[in-house]
T-cell receptor, first 112, second 111 residues
Framework: EPEVTQTPSHQVTQMGQEVILRCVPI?????FYWYRQILGQKVEFLVS????????KSEIFDDQFSVERPDGSNFTLKIRSTKLEDSAMYFC??????????FGPGTRLLVL | SQKIEQNSEALNIQEGKTATLTCNYT??????LQWYRQDPGRGPVFLLL?????KEKRKERLKVTFDTTLKQSLFHITASQPADSATYLC??????????FGGGTRLMVKP
């Protein structure tokens, strides 16, 4: 069964550093998402991406964040200058024509 | 403001019993509601979607009801098993068209 994959599984970085989280969505899906989950808290929407542009973004997704689909398979989330409060699990998700989201296993980001 | 509320307290039940989880929402007029399962350290996994014109939906041991008057969905797991232990999330598409999750309810099924 096709699945969403994410790399790396864990990332430790110093405050102020840039990180890039990578995702490979399911191949025939058209809609892509990033969510995050701070430890013990709810899954929060960050951004959705369709037709090579951002379609929705939340208040969390400020100028420090950017997304890109550099080729036909990868979907990336970049955090330009990480802050301590960016420490969280970051989940990529994709969907096809139906409403169901398929989530990846997540990247655990720790900012020191 | 829009809210999705799930019981934040863990639900502990005995194996074989029926687990019932509640999702209440305010200031939404959803065309459908979704339920996901999340295991520790893993991404949510889709379970069921129920549309506003459906009162009930079943999938194997799972049953979901949707009452748009009460603004509530109930999620039932019959003949529960220890493997059903997880956090269960309900999700709605909000005014901005983003799929928004409730805080989830942790279910613990004891053998």
């Amino acid at each position: 069964e096709p699945e969403v994959t994410q790399t790396p599984s864990h990332q430790v970085t110093q405050m102020g550093q840039e990180v890039i989280l990578r995702c490979v969505p399911i191949s025939n899906h058209l809609y892509f998402y990033w969510y995050r989950q701070i430890l013990g808290q709810k899954v929060e929407f960050l951004v959705s991406f369709y037709n090579n542009e951002i379609s929705e973004k939340s208040e969390i997704f400020d100028d420090q964040f950017s997304v890109e689909r550099p080729d036909g398979s990868n979907f990336t989330l970049k955090i330009r200058s990480t802050k301590l409060e960016d420490s969280a699990m970051y989940f990529c998700a994709s969907r096809g024509g139906l409403e169901t989201l398929y989530f990846g296993p997540g990247t655990r980001l720790l900012v020191l | 403001s829009q809210k999705i509320e799930q019981n934040s307290e863990a639900l502990n039940i005995q194996e074989g019993k029926t687990a019932t989880l509640t999702c209440n929402y305010t200031n939404y007029s959803p065309a459908y509601l979704q339920w996901y399962r999340q295991d520790p350290g893993r991404g949510p996994v889709f379970l069921l979607l129920i549309r506003e014109n459906e009162k009930e939906k079943r999938k194997e041991r799972l049953k979901v009801t949707f009452d748009t008057t009460l603004k509530q969905s109930l999620f039932h797991i019959t003949a529960s098993q220890p493997a059903d232990s997880a956090t269960y999330l309900c999700a709605l598409r909000d005014a901005g068209n983003m799929l928004t999750f409730g805080g989830g309810t942790r279910l613990m099924v004891k053998p």
